[in-house]
């Protein structure tokens, strides 16, 4: 807010005191709108750089910082269920320093060096939030190489959102030298097929973050590794089948991760049928030691979902909801024919969760 206020001063210092009301709603826009408004200050730095020369520096700043915290922000607190939203504070340094980051109150402070192309500093100071704030826990268990294939992938998903100049820096800068490793580029390509079919934020990183959860302070391991690899196998896997393929497994029982997918069919055997052979297989499910179940089906079971969730909790189902979402996913026929479609997801999950310490592993 201090540097807001500089900026004001700025401001009447070259347009004189006339424009005090609209400096005021500017204010009140920064106090609501904290991310738009840096944005709109940094296109006032960009005039105001004619004039100043400490201007040019406070543009960049502003600019990077607005679009980074609003744009990443905004994306992921849609597609991550209790994402724990926080801005980047870029503090600009000389050749002499090293680069790092740090968390300083309700801010992740990045030290970087300034390049004279604004894309390139965009997308290194998006790839250092992504690293540094997403999947915290479960980064602390897994491969690096599974790591690294995550963060590539949701910067990926954040910069296809942005102009085709920043897909393009990212992908020079980092896509195209990282995917070169046969394991990082395996990784992702199973991500596209898993986003594909919707399942990518809302079960896989769903599971990641249920994965860093349920494990405290245990080193790095094989288990977690081969487990992460299972769990990615298994919802690509899924992801590739076809329309009525029953053959695909729909639940998988690791170690850690316990899930299971349902899916509520079409309309007019939701007609035929009515709730009871859900019901079953919601209990089937929750005996064969799934803790979190996934239902998926058509927007227009909706209604008919929501209101199978209400009756099961009646029965005392052992279980509860933790998140409802729509989504579009690519569907495959058995023609092999594809079609978009809109879904719905309910998640839930168990009621007692059990945690893992090194003593019991």
Known sequence: MSEFINLLGSIKIVFGYGISGVLSFLAIYWLFFPEKAQIASSQLYKILRKVFKSAEKKYITYDIEGRVNDYVNNFLSREIKDFSSINISLNWINDQETEDSFFQKDKLVIRMRMSDNQNQNFVNSTMIFIAQNILTKAKKYISDKQKE???????????????????????????????????????????????????????????????GEKVFAHRKDETIYKEVNGLV??????????????????????????????????????????????????????????????LIGDIKNKDFMNILIENLCVEGFDFSLYNNKEYTATITYQDERKKKKDNYLIVLRKNEIEHYFPSKI
Do not use: W
């Open 233 to 294: 196998d298994f919802l690509d896997n899924y992801s590739l089948r076809r329309v009525g393929d029953n053959t695909i497994p729909t639940s998988f029982n690791g170690f850690y991760c316990k899930f299971g997918i349902m899916i509520v069919g079409l309309s007019s055997r939701v007609k035929n049928e009515g709730q009871e052979p859900y019901i079953n297989h919601l209990k089937h499910l929750k005996s064969s030691g799934v803790e979190t179940i996934y």
């Open 149 to 211: 294939s995550i963060d590539l992938f949701i910067a990926k998903k954040l910069f296809e959102e942005e102009k085709g100049e920043i897909m393009h820096q990212f992908v020079s800068d980092y896509l195209s030298i990282k995917t070169d490793d046969e394991k990082i580029g395996t990784f992702f390509e199973k991500y596209h097929f898993i986003d594909r079919a919707g399942l990518f934020f809302p079960v896989f990183i769903q599971e990641m973050s249920f994965l």
